[in-house]
Nanobody
Framework: QVQLVESGGGLVQPGGSLRLSCAAS????????MGWYRQAPGKQRDLVAR??????AYADSVKGRFTISRDNAKNTVYLQMNSLKPEDTAVYYC?????????WGRGTQVTVSS
């Protein structure tokens, strides 16, 4: 079993920054993919960013503002979010893929508001 613990969400003003963290623990041998989705009220859950051992990808809406990174030794993935906008407000979910199984965190709320 794999557990994911997210941290770093909160309330921030437009133009501000936040850094999300997600630490994976449990029966982990090799994580193929780590990443983040987000879900705003009344909307579907959308991919924000993902990172493998050899590449990474971002949603068009966050390119140039968000940066994803991972620490393989700590089984942790990070999401640095800069120049935040009100439309970035959502619950952010961390996920990891081990083999053919995807595991999800419980989510952390990010609110961008003045």
């Amino acid at each position: 079993q794999v557990q994911l613990v997210e941290s770093g969400g909160g309330l921030v003003q437009p133009g501000g920054s936040l850094r999300l963290s997600c630490a994976a623990s449990g029966s982990i041998f090799s994580i193929n993919v780590m990443g983040w989705y987000r879900q705003a009220p009344g909307k579907q859950r959308d991919l924000v960013a993902r990172i493998t051992k050899i590449n990474l990808a971002y949603a068009d809406s966050v390119k140039g503002r968000f940066t994803i990174s991972r620490d393989n030794a700590k089984n942790t993935v990070y999401l640095q979010m800069n120049s935040l906008k009100p439309e970035d407000t959502a619950v952010y979910y961390c996920y990891v893929v081990l083999g053919s199984t995807t595991y999800w965190g419980r989510g952390t709320q990010v609110t961008v508001s003045s």
